[in-house]
């Protein structure tokens, strides 16, 4: 049965970090790649970032660059997403998504940004 599971959100004020993390379960793990998106309250779902299959590739949406790093340890089945100078406007469900010819979306862990 294939499972990703998001966890490590949470509420967290403006300026801190969080990690998020996604458990890969029932596909070969290594052989996918893998992203993250978000969707803000009332709006849709946006691309975060994307990081290939052996981790030697990345890319961001403007909004998070700099800010925010995808990393992946295929021997554990696990994508990290590190949350930096968190803002306001990076409230949202965090999703992870696995693909190769097939695509599997995880259920999402709510992140909260305020004071």
């Known amino acids: 049965q294939v499972q990703l599971v998001e966890s490590g959100g949470g509420l967290v004020q403006p300026g801190g970090s969080l990690r998020l993390s996604c458990a890969a379960s029932?596909?070969?793990?290594?052989?996918?790649?893998m992203s993250w998106y978000r969707q803000p309250p009332g709006k849709e779902r946006e691309l975060v970032a994307t990081i290939t299959r052996a981790g030697d590739s990345t890319n961001y949406a403007d909004s998070v660059k700099g800010r925010f790093t995808i990393s992946r340890d295929n021997a554990k089945n696990t994508v990290y997403l590190q949350m930096n100078s968190l803002k306001p406007e990076d409230t949202a469900v965090y999703y992870c998504?696995?693909?190769?010819?097939?695509?599997?979306w995880g259920k999402g862990t709510l992140v909260t940004v305020s004071s």
């Open positions: 029932g596909f070969t793990f290594s052989t996918y790649t």
């Open positions: 998504k696995a693909v190769r010819s097939v695509t599997f």
